[in-house]
Every structure is written in structure tokens, then in C-alpha cells.
């Protein structure tokens, strides 16, 4: 891309709540422009922008995607993100990408806390915004006043620049309050007329028109005086101003329209050339020069040195690996080599592709302000910095998103078990959302990720994509066991047979430690009662023991155990014997020294609208939790708590419905702590009623 064509890039992120019409807004632009020969439907299955298999079926926006498309010699980006919860993260790590958007309202449903979330982040990126209201050919009575109680929400100043025309399935176009004509749509065609105002909307228009005029003005001091004065303001003076206030996010210009009747999109495509900015009115990028340590800016110029951001990857199943990259200096071109600035790595860059929905598109070179993807670089993951190794700079990486649900996976088949943690880190290449580890003490493979929906549909594409089955089953709770008083105990094992017998007898003292103290074995034994070589096997033998537990077959922990006296046989002791003499005697000493059940306890941060906040810290406490502080933040509190693992292993669903998804929370580990009794000996009846059925299935089989 030359200098000049510069002017006419915008790079233009579709945001707002799932459902609100993102994607099929998306569609009608693309077709609008003649860059799609169809409008895709999105319960139809037909999108372009919704490709992957679980998208389709689901009918939800699950990742991220690219398409472009030429608009009266502006070039622009389509980035159409996902809306719902499970999926934000990458919405809010793609906004890296784009420095407008256009904020997809749906009036008759309000403001849902995705939204809230977008709007916030998009503030924080400096990101400017046409707000469009979707769906007006459905139930959208006093949409005006739904918009302006979002706003009020939002805090944001939002100017109408159209009058809908019509309501619901009477929606049939808008009024340009800027050129004060309208336009009338022919059904469902994407066919218009310009026409005179309606003369039942004559005396709103000029009201609106009015109020626009005075929004607009405030933004510069000179119009604001002349429009004080009574003075007429020329529409290309009020242009100006109007893309002034919006590129700098103090308007946010309102415009309407039925993206599946393809009504309002033209005049929303001349919105964004006309308001939304161009790479180089974005400013410049901050980042952090590495050999000097110090903050270095980098203008959007296809001149200065090159650097771009790798904000997303895909994994495609034919180009394979895909590199997304936003350029923001100098020029990236084919067989050019560049330098990994976290990595302190070199890359040489092979093919390039323009993303087109699932299509790629190659290119030789990009320039500055303009998103490509790379294939198949080996060192660069999402978050990295690429540049010119002669002019080195790295920017800051994505977001980090704690996950909010955990689930086990069991592969269904023998052959299942390589192939899931293999398709697994390949998954997590592309989403960084998803964290996979094995719990040491369960044995367990534990998923996490963003909600149900999201490890749902994770399961789906491992399926479908690495032929990998899974159950899903409920985390285990790790619990522990310890002893609460000291004891002391024989273990003696005595077999003859008709050849050598086994013979080792030990005397075993038990002792409570503190918490997080663990295991100590001491040998105290005198006289040569048992001689020193046998006494690391019967530490084998404990520790063998400890692992097994007492109660419930969870590990016991924080325990000192003392060998202080016994015997040996000069043929027919050994390791073996003594091995099994020191879990006898340590068994026999545990089951007198009071054992009890161990929990974890998880310190929690949970963050709620002031409205909801009694519900929420109801529901702690009868979660057996403990709040321990609350901080304000914003409209928010935060609610500080410590709670039983046991009791939150769901809690994601349960509070989304508590705060009509509103709400979210952190959460670690944070010690352990006694189980109560009566809950105690539930656990342990549920161990021992698992441990049997184990043990029937290993005989049946």
C-alpha cells in the first residue's frame, strides 16, 4: 500500500454483546460492497465470517475473523468479533488490531455486563466508535430512549445522526439529519431512494437536527460561538467537527438499520469513511526499546522502521499455522527476515495472506496501518513483537484472562490418550484462554477455560479436528488427611514358608506437624534392635502408606513419624519385610492418633454490581465462605472471600445467574484447612463406595 492510500485504510472492529447482530451486520456490509455475492445468514449456516464447523452449528461467534472490502475508494478491514462471555478474550485481544469500531446495539435487549466489558476496553485502546442500532425491523418501541438509557450506562455521549423511519416490520428506512433527506428502502432488496422528509417526522427531524447541531459545535470553540450567534454551520463544518469529536471518543455518532433487510448499511459504510480514522490519525503505538529499557513511540508510516504486533494465530487446516499481525511501521514483505524482539529470535517470513473470512488471499507486502497473516513461523506465538533488528522495539502483550471453570478429562480410548494433550497444546497455540495440567495428586487431566460453553465447544473441535474423544467429568477435590494427636504403634510381619520366611517388626511413633509443615521420618533406634540398612525401607514403607491415606485414600501430609524400636531375624528379615512392617505399624499408629479430613481453601475475589452485592455474600456464606473485605470499584464492589474448593468447583453458572451475568471472579489456592464432621464422613463413605466399585470392575474385567 502506497503513502497515499494510506488516508483511505480503516481498519474497523464490529463489537458488542453476543446476539446483538454483529456477524450478520458483518455479512451485510460485505455484500453491500459487492466483496460478497450473497448475504449470509447466520441461522442459515451461510456466513462468511462464521466458518468453523462449531460456529455454524452452534450459531455463535467463536473466534475472531477477518474479511475486507472497497467502499468509495476506502479500503476497509472488517475484524468481526465474538460477543459472548465464554469468547471475549479474544474480542478484547484483537482490539489491538483496530482503532475504530462500529458498537452493535440491540435496543430491545439493552445492555448485558459483555457489552459493559467491550465499551470499558475499547476506552482503555483509545478506540474510536459509531454505535449502530440493530434489529429495528423487530420490537424496538422508544428505541431512542433504550439507546439513551445505554448511553447514560456506559457514560458515554452518544449524537444521533438518523431518524428510523418506521417500527418493527414497518422499519423502512432513516432520515439523514445531517442532509436533512431520507431514505426509503424497497423491501428486503438493499435497494434505496432519497426522498423528502415524511411529514409525520418533519417537526422530530428538525427538533433532532437542531440537537445535533449543538452536540456537534461543542467540540470546537469557533463553530460553538458561531452557532451561539445564530449563524448557519456549513454541513462540511459540521463534518469536520463531527469527526473530530468521534476520532478524539467524545461523540459517538448513532446510526440505525436492519442488517438481515439490508436497510441503513450503505449510509453506515459512509459513516465509517467519512468519521472513523485512518491508521496514522490513530497515533502512535507505545512500546518499550529493549536494549535501553526505555518507553519508544513508533508512528504508523510505511517510512519509519518496520515493527508489527501478532495479536491472534490460527491454525488452518491448509495453510497451517497462521501468524495474524497488525503492521504498525515500515513494511513487511516475503523472504524478508525479522527480528523477534521477546524471543531474541530471528524469523524469515515466507508466504502472506490477506484473511477473507476462511479464504486467504496472498499479498508480497504490507505496509503500515494494514493486518496480514504469515504462515508457518516457527518461533513467533501470539503477543509477540516482530521488527527490524537494527531498530528494535516490543510492545506490551495480550490480556491474561484467569479461567473461570475447571473440568477432568478421561479419554474414551487407549488411543485417545496421546492423541488429547497433543491436540490440546496445538488448541492452545490459537487460544491462550485454555490451560491444561495434571493434577499430581488426582491423577487427573483438568481443563480449564472461560465457561462451559467454551470447554463445550473445545471438546467439539478436538473431536473434530485431532480425532481425539473425551468424558468430561467434575474436577476431583484434592483432599488430604493428617492426624490431630500423637500415637504409637507395632507392624510386625512374620511368614514362614517352606523355604527363607519374612520377618521385620518395628515400633512406629505418629505426630502431628504444622500446616504446610510435611513429612519427617526420624530414625531413633538403638542397641542395633534393627540394623541401619533396613531403615530406608521402612521409610518406603510410611511414605508408601502416607500416599495411600487412611480415611479415604488421600495422601496424608504433616506428619512426623518416629522408628524407635524393634526386631530383626538374621535369615529371614529383609528391605521387603521391613518395607511392610513400617506401613503396618504406621497404620496401626495412624488409626489411633485421631485422622481427620483435609480441604483446600481458595481465596476468592468476586466482582458484582452494587445491586446484586447481599444476594452474592448470601450465597458465600451458604457456601461456607468467608468474607473478609469488600472494595469499591467503579459501580462495582469487590467482595473478598475464603471458600472450600468443594463448594465452587461450579460456581461460574451459579453466579452468572445470580448477577444476570454481570458478575465475575478470580480465584487460588490459598491452604487447608479441618473438614467439619458431618461432612467428613460423607466424603469418606463416597471414597470408600468409589474405591469398591474400582475394585469390582479390575475383578469383573
Partial sequence: MVAAELDKLRNVGILGQGGSGKTSLGEAMLFAAGASQRLGRVQDGTTVLDYEPEEIKHHVSISTAFHSLSWKKHALSLIDTPGYAAFLADAINCMRAFGSAVFVFNPSVGLRVESERLWTRANENRISRLIFAAKMDHEQDNAAERIDAMLKTLEAKGVYLQLPIGVEAGFKGVVDLLSMKAYLYEGESGKFAESEIPGDLKSAADEAHQQLLENVSEIDDELLEKYLDGKELSLEEVKKALREGTRQGKLFPILYGSATRQIGIPQLLDAIADYLPAPPEEGEMVGNNPVTGEVEKRPQDPSAPFSAYVFKTISDPFAGKLSVMRVVSGKIASDMTCYVTNKQAKEKIGHMFRLEGKKQDGVKEASAGEIVAAAKLKEVTTGDTLCDERAPIQY????????????????????????????????????????????????????????????????????????????????????????????????????????????????????????????????????????????????????????????????????????????????????????????????????????????????????????????VIGDLNSRRGKVLGMDTKGHSQVIKSRVPMAEVLKYAPDLRSITSGRGEFQMEFSHYEEVPPHLSEKVIKEAKARKAAEQEGEHKA
Avoid at 510 to 525: K, S
Avoid at 529 to 534: F, S
Wanted: glycine content about 10%; aromatic content about 8%.
Fill in 396 to 615: 506490551d502483550g495480550p490480556a491474561r484472562f484467569a479461567p473461570v471453570i475447571s473440568f477432568a478429562l478421561e479419554p474414551k480410548t487407549k488411543s485417545d490418550e496421546e492423541k488429547v494433550p497433543q491436540g490440546l497444546h496445538r488448541m492452545m497455540e490459537e487460544d491462550q484462554t485454555i490451560e491444561l495440567h495434571r493434577d499430581e495428586e488426582t491423577r487427573d487431566f483438568i481443563l480449564s477455560g472461560m465457561g462451559q460453553q467454551h470447554i463445550e465447544i473445545i471438546v467439539e473441535k478436538l473431536k473434530r479436528k485431532y480425532g481425539a474423544e473425551v468424558v468430561l467429568k467434575a474436577p476431583k477435590v484434592p483432599y488430604k488427611e493428617t492426624i490431630r494427636v500423637s500415637a504409637s504403634a507395632q507392624g510386625r510381619l512374620k511368614k514362614q514358608t517352606g523355604g527363607r520366611g519374612q520377618y521385620g517388626d518395628t515400633w512406629i511413633k505418629v505426630e502431628p506437624r504444622p500446616h504446610g509443615a510435611g513429612f519427617e521420618f526420624v530414625d531413633e533406634v538403638v542397641g542395633g534392635a534393627i540394623p541401619r540398612n533396613y531403615s530406608p525401607a521402612v521409610e518406603k514403607g510410611v511414605r508408601e502408606a502416607m500416599a495411600g491415606g487412611y480415611l479415604a485414600g488421600y495422601p496424608m501430609v504433616d506428619v512426623r513419624v518416629t522408628l524407635y524400636d524393634g526386631s530383626y531375624h538374621d535369615v529371614d528379615s529383609s528391605d521387603m519385610a521391613f518395607k511392610i512392617a513400617g506401613s503396618l505399624g504406621f497404620k496401626n499408629a495412624v488409626e489411633k492418633a485421631k485422622p481427620v479430613l483435609l480441604e483446600p481453601i481458595m481465596n476468592m475475589e468476586v466482582t458484582v454490581p452494587d445491586e446484586c452485592m447481599g444476594d
